[in-house]
């Protein structure tokens, strides 16, 4: 196979090693696991003494909904791409690009505000710490930047001391819990009027269980953010350490490890909402938990200071305020893999946004313009957040839905859509409830397609071929000119019939003034989906009627493939090819949109712009002529 002038992406990046699955599982729980800071003192708001029957709701939706969606996923698409890429395989064209850059919007909604939410919850920790509320107060939006920052410089130091800071503090973190639910436990175990009192209250509430239930499944979906961390767990895939026979075709350690990775995380985290929501709910003053409360974002902090002491308590604050401010890097990462697949592939990023430290400078100050933008406000962006969240696991059951129903799984399509069905309940709720978060999330979405159209129409010139093959037949046309210039012809194909090459030959060397005795080769570029922006190319050779060589290629723009044919054939035969194209008829601006969305368009004047800047040497630049 030859390769010739390769794109802007043609090399593969170096080979990751990768981590040990529960060291990316750290990296991941981050934002997973701290979701304890709050998540208690939230379903103690939404549901009250309802507030443990309400969080089983969501763990049952984790173990029986979310966890299998997303281990299908996995094996679906083990190399980090997710269930965007299981969707975007089912629509082609531009819609399907447009397709993907609004679930791209989403995820970014979902990445960037775990960033700027988890931080702004971190300040408001360290600023509602009785020892410094005096002198922090006021400075929530400044400090929060720091937080941002440090994060950037975690990752600008590298990927390796990110996960490693991750098990620290994770290992710390889950510990320190283990603590507080077992003293919380116990307090409820020596005082066991308090199971007492709250089963009593809660049957004088809501009547019976079957009340009780239906009551927990309307106020589920305020507590969706428990279901925060799957859709990081499977975009952080690559790092994963898989087995020695791994390949890219079949990742199968990798595969097992990220299974691992989320099946032990949802039960770790399932145990931890159980039991916390049990312990807030019969330990705290209902109270305690409403706005200016004491125990208002911070219920388990509450309990290790008042249970344990105010020097654990303060250990346990730090401990709190360092995993939520780095519970931002797992969703760095998770963006650091999502967007570089697929922006620059649709030509819709810069050569640069593959690079790991460019992107993350380019993401922290989209993260500062955030925390600015919301007055580094916990409140005012935890609608984006769940709405991010539940559109992307809403996204991935309706894929693995889809996976199941192609691959003739009866029993898993009736599962899967069951699960679609509950998340697409869940996510409607959310939305109807709070719609600032469709807002936030259209906000992302309008800017990655304004950016990245805005992308492609200055990459449009680009070569855009990372490599060129030739068939034996092809080959055979271009060794026939080493000793002479190829002269080709640009035909657009129609019927392809005897009469279409007698007339296009005639009028091209009357038009151009060719001497009958010089040999003229056809090229034909046929455009399959102008929505791609890269790709290899193959070139065909055949002859037609008994006369005419042609060389046929597929391509997603007539242009680029023909200034990447004529710079190959250049290279290979040491000579100056020439071509020779017709003139279009019609509006030029018009001309050139169809260029910029289909490929084609005024071809003559735009190949020789892609020429102009593949080659700069003018001298050996392929000549074109138009006629």
């Given at each position: 196979m030859a390769k010739q002038h390769p794109g802007p992406h043609a090399q593969a990046p170096a080979e990751h090693k990768g981590a040990r699955w529960w060291r990316v599982m750290c990296l991941t729980g981050l934002d997973y696991f701290s979701?304890?800071?709050?998540?208690?003192g939230i379903a103690a708001l939404a549901a009250g003494l309802l507030s443990p029957v309400a969080t089983i709701v969501l763990v049952i939706v984790t173990l029986f909904g979310a966890l299998p969606v997303y281990r299908r996923v996995a094996?679906?698409?083990?190399?980090?791409?997710?269930?965007?890429?299981?969707?975007?395989?089912?629509?082609?064209?531009?819609?399907?690009?447009?397709?993907?850059?609004?679930?791209?919007?989403?995820?970014?909604?979902?990445?960037?505000?775990?960033?700027?939410?988890?931080?702004?919850?971190?300040?408001?920790?360290?600023?509602?710490?009785?020892?410094?509320?005096?002198?922090?107060?006021?400075?929530?939006?400044?400090?929060t930047l720091i937080l941002v920052a440090l994060l950037g410089a975690v990752f600008?130091?590298?990927?390796?001391?990110?996960?490693?800071?991750?098990?620290?503090?994770?290992?710390?973190?889950?510990?320190?819990?283990?603590?507080?639910?077992v003293n919380g436990l116990w307090h409820v175990f020596q005082a066991p009027q308090l199971v007492t009192d709250w089963s009593d209250a809660l049957t004088a509430e809501h009547g019976n269980v079957f009340a009780m239930i239906a009551v927990a499944l309307v106020v589920f979906p305020k507590l969706a953010l428990g279901l925060s961390g799957f859709e990081t767990g499977v975009a952080v895939m690559p790092h994963i350490e898989g087995d020695p026979d791994d390949t890219e075709a079949k990742p199968t350690g990798r595969i097992r490890g990220a299974r691992k990775l989320l099946t032990t995380s949802?039960?770790?985290?399932?145990?931890?909402?159980?039991?916390?929501?049990?312990?807030?709910?019969?330990?705290?003053p209902k109270e305690a938990f409403q706005p200016g409360g004491e125990a208002n974002g911070r219920a388990l902090a509450y309990l290790a200071h008042e249970n344990l002491g105010n020097t654990f308590g303060s250990i346990y604050d730090v401990s709190t305020i360092a995993i939520l401010w780095f519970a931002g890097a797992s969703a760095m990462a998770g963006m650091l893999n999502l967007l570089p697949r697929y922006l620059p592939r649709y030509g819709m990023a810069p050569h640069w946004a593959r690079a790991v430290r460019p992107m993350v400078i380019v993401l922290t100050l989209i993260a500062f313009l955030v925390t600015w933008i919301f007055d580094a406000s916990v409140d005012?962006?935890?609608?984006?957040?769940?709405?991010?969240?539940?559109?992307?696991?809403?996204s991935a059951a309706i894929a693995v839905t889809i996976a199941a129903r192609k691959a003739r799984q009866r029993n898993w399509t009736i599962a899967f859509a069951v699960i679609s069905a509950v998340f697409l309940y869940t996510t409607a709720i959310n939305i109807a409830e709070r719609p600032d978060g469709v807002k936030i999330g259209a906000c992302f979405i309008a800017g990655i397609i304004l950016v990245s159209l805005?992308?492609?129409?200055?990459?449009?010139?680009?070569?855009?071929?990372?490599?060129?093959?030739?068939?034996?037949?092809?080959?055979?046309?271009?060794r026939d000119y080493r000793n002479r210039p190829i002269r080709l012809i640009a035909n657009e194909p129609s019927g392809r019939d005897l009469a279409e090459y007698q007339a296009k030959k005639r009028q091209i060397r009357a038009d151009n003034d060719i001497p009958a005795e010089d040999d003229l080769?056809?090229?034909?570029?046929?455009?399959?989906d102008p929505s791609e922006f890269e790709a290899a190319l193959t070139v065909r050779g055949e002859v037609l009627h008994d006369r005419y060589r042609v060389l046929s290629l597929e391509s997603s723009s007539v242009p680029n493939a023909l200034a990447a044919l004529l710079l190959s054939v250049r290279d290979r035969t040491g000579q100056q090819p020439h071509i020779y194209f017709e003139w279009t008829e019609g509006n030029p601006f018009a001309q050139f949109l169809r260029f910029f969305l289909f490929g084609q368009g005024e071809v003559a004047p735009v190949t020789r712009e892609v020429l102009r800047e593949a080659e700069p040497d003018r001298s050996r630049r392929p000549r074109v002529h138009v006629g």
């Open positions: 979701t304890l800071g709050y998540q208690p094996k679906e698409s083990p190399h980090g791409e997710g269930s965007i890429a299981m969707l975007e395989r089912l629509l082609s064209f531009w819609q399907g690009k447009l397709f993907v850059l609004a679930l791209l919007g989403f995820a970014a909604t979902d990445f960037m505000i775990t960033i700027t939410l988890s931080a702004a919850d971190a300040t408001a920790h360290l600023v509602e710490n009785p020892h410094l509320s005096s002198a922090l107060s006021g400075k929530q939006v400044l400090i600008l130091k590298g990927f390796g001391e990110a996960i490693g800071l991750a098990v620290a503090l994770v290992g710390i973190y889950l510990a320190l819990n283990v603590v507080v639910v949802a039960l770790i985290m399932s145990g931890f909402l159980i039991t916390t929501s049990f312990i807030t709910t019969l330990l705290i005012a962006q935890g609608g984006a957040y769940a709405t991010g969240v539940l559109v992307l696991i809403s805005l992308s492609r129409l200055k990459r449009a010139f680009e070569l855009r071929v990372t490599d060129i093959d030739f068939d034996e037949a092809a080959e055979r046309f271009i080769v056809f090229v034909e570029v046929t455009v399959r």
